[in-house]
């Protein structure tokens, strides 16, 4: 039986390239498991205590914020059930993918000089640079950051906020509640 082996295969660019991003996906992902741990503590004090402590409550206060969730007039369980949905990883073999693809393996201007992976636009003329093909008309820039780390973490809070990946989020939670793929809490 002939084994496969993939590292003669790829070139030294995009060994490079997984050897410098993977480390950082992996790093964000230990980021949003630790705050996903400390909500489900939340969820479980709350349902035991019917309360929060201040310092619970300033922690769901700001994750809310950070991830887009409204708060106002709202229960805590759903407010925490609702960031349980957006607190979650993005697998690491899609962050890499998407930036391997985004940014050309790490060769494209916007990953060399603007430490942006992932294209990801905006409006903000403070945070954003003028693409060089831009069709007429268009207003869009595209994030500049100051490291590629600062990168990977807009894009894991982008796809975990932002209304277009709503059904990659559901999806998500359909396979951790299957415990298909995602085997971490």
């Known amino acids: 039986k002939e084994e496969l082996n993939l590292s003669h295969n790829i070139s030294k660019k995009k060994k490079d ?16 498991i630790i705050k996903r741990e400390k909500l489900i503590n939340a969820k479980n004090y709350l349902n035991l205590n019917k309360t929060l402590n201040k310092t619970d409550q300033r922690f769901l206060e700001n994750l ?16 925490i059930n609702d960031l349980l949905i957006r607190v979650d990883i993005i697998p690491n073999s899609i962050a890499v993918a998407q930036a391997a693809n985004e940014s050309g393996w790490g060769s494209s201007r916007f990953a060399k000089e603007f430490n942006a992976l992932f294209g990801e636009y905006t409006y903000d003329n403070k945070i954003g640079v003028v693409p060089s093909e831009r069709e007429e008309g ?9 490291s590629i780390n600062k990168s990977v973490e807009s894009y894991f809070l982008n796809l975990n906020t932002h209304y277009s990946y709503n059904k990659f989020r559901k999806l998500r939670k359909i396979l951790r509640e299957r415990k298909d793929i995602l085997n971490v809490k």
Not at 66 to 79: A, G, P, Q
Not at 138 to 146: A, G
């Open 138 to 146: 268009k207003k869009h820039l595209i994030k500049h950051f100051p």
């Open 17 to 32: 390239f997984i050897k410098t991003i993977l480390p950082i996906v992996v790093n964000q992902n230990q980021k949003i």
């Open 64 to 79: 809310a914020l950070e991830y887009s969730v409204k708060i106002k007039n709202r229960h805590k369980i759903d407010i």
